[in-house]
């Protein structure tokens, strides 16, 4: 992994320690630390914190780990853990804690800033409802709802992104438009 300056400045290349793939990359809002999904060979995927610095890579999540999104002080990793069930993983020391109201098929969009919930949303559900999740309560509401204007053809929407501060939002609709011709044969 490579760290290319935006301006003047060095490329940096982070140290892999065992890691042999890399699946996903975030950076912590600090800029000092990257959280990368990754696996070691004969391993399954898990993340780890990646100080930018320099050293290795260390593991926060067990192997078997996806979906991980870093809470907004960067002390948490919510992520789909190997019991197919969302916990909260510290970053430093301690004991995962379980989350209520999270299943398999949510796909996360985004922490509050304030860290107590997230937005999440269902792939195949057209239109798109995203719905926050207090994390202490698992109790779901209704954030917002999204589809584009013209449906022709919407097979799903998947991939939304919501800025940090929660007043914007982007996603990516997957369509499938096809003609069909009618003819006829002459005698």
Same mark, same amino acid.
């Given at each position: 992994? +490579?760290?290319?300056p935006?301006?003047?400045?060095?490329? *940096?290349?982070?140290?892999?320690?065992?890691i042999?793939?890399?699946?996903?990359?975030?950076?912590? *809002?600090?800029?000092?630390?990257?959280?990368?999904?990754?696996?070691?060979?004969?391993?399954?995927?898990?993340?780890?914190?990646?100080? =930018?610095?320099?050293?290795?890579?260390?593991?926060?999540?067990?192997?078997?780990?996806s979906?991980?999104?870093?809470?907004?002080?960067?002390?948490?990793?919510?992520?789909?853990?190997?019991?197919?069930?969302?916990?909260?993983?510290? +970053?430093?020391?301690?004991?995962?804690?379980?989350?209520?109201?999270?299943?398999?098929?949510?796909?996360?969009?985004?922490?509050?800033p304030?860290?107590k919930?997230?937005?999440?949303?269902? *792939? %195949?559900?057209?239109?798109?409802?995203?719905?926050?999740?207090?994390? %202490?309560?698992?109790?779901?509401?209704?954030?917002?709802? =999204?589809?584009?204007?013209?449906?022709?053809?919407?097979?799903?929407?998947?991939? +939304?992104?919501?800025?940090?501060?929660?007043?914007s939002?982007?996603?990516?609709?997957?369509?499938q +438009?096809?003609?069909?011709?009618?003819?006829?044969?002459k005698?």
């Amino acid at each position: 992994m +490579v760290v290319y300056p935006a301006g003047a400045g060095e490329t *940096r290349q982070l140290q892999r320690g065992g890691i042999e793939n890399y699946v996903t990359a975030q950076w912590f *809002r600090d800029g000092t630390r990257v959280l990368i999904g990754g696996n070691q060979p004969g391993k399954s995927t898990r993340f780890y914190v990646q100080p =930018i610095a320099g050293g290795d890579p260390r593991p926060v999540t067990p192997e078997g780990t996806s979906a991980g999104w870093i809470s907004p002080d960067g002390s948490l990793v919510l992520a789909l853990g190997p019991d197919a069930g969302y916990s909260l993983y510290p +970053v430093a020391e301690g004991e995962p804690q379980a989350v209520n109201g999270l299943t398999q098929s949510d796909a996360i969009a985004q922490w509050s800033p304030d860290g107590k919930s997230v937005l999440v949303y269902r *792939r %195949a559900q057209i239109p798109c409802r995203i719905e926050r999740v207090d994390l %202490a309560t698992g109790r779901r509401t209704l954030f917002q709802e =999204i589809a584009p204007a013209d449906r022709t053809g919407l097979l799903s929407i998947r991939e +939304v992104f919501v800025s940090d501060d929660l007043r914007s939002w982007a996603y990516t609709a997957y369509y499938q +438009v096809s003609s069909l011709f009618a003819s006829e044969s002459k005698p």
